[in-house]
């Protein structure tokens, strides 16, 4: 099993950026795919971005592509999401996930989930 620890979250002005870090536990961060998600209020849970074991494979949602960037540190055993231009629609609860890596799709079937960093954007 995979432990994951998001961080990163704030409030922020429409059209900045922030960072989020998952931290996850364990010595066998390389064998999971790794990916963010997101819950606004009143709203279900919507996929974010998402990157393979390695970093081979990346997804990302219609709505936050070019703004936002996945990426991991393997040694570190740490994703991160860098978000810019970020906007009021960004708001939410960003959490992370984990999954034994899978050539399926990187949008799905996540078995490990954090609790979560609330991310405001204010218009």
């Known amino acids: 099993q995979v432990q994951v620890v998001e961080s990163g979250g704030g409030l922020v002005q429409a059209g900045g950026s922030l960072r989020l870090s998952c931290a996850a536990s364990?010595?066998?961060?390389?064998?999971?795919?790794m990916g963010w998600f997101r819950q606004a209020p009143g709203k279900e849970r919507e996929f974010v971005a998402a990157?393979?074991?390695?970093?081979?494979?990346?997804s990302y949602a219609d709505s936050v592509k070019g703004r936002f960037t996945i990426s991991r540190d393997n040694a570190k055993n740490t994703v991160y999401l860098q978000m810019n231009s970020l906007k009021a629609e960004d708001t939410a609860v960003y959490y992370c996930?984990?999954?034994?890596?899978?050539?399926?799709?990187?949008?799905?079937?996540?078995?490990?989930w954090g609790q979560g960093t609330e991310v405001t954007v204010s218009s």
């Open positions: 996930a984990a999954r034994r890596a899978t050539i399926a799709l990187l949008t799905r079937d996540y078995d490990y």
């Open positions: 990157i393979s074991n390695y970093g081979y494979r990346i």
């Open positions: 364990g010595r066998t961060f390389s064998v999971y795919d």
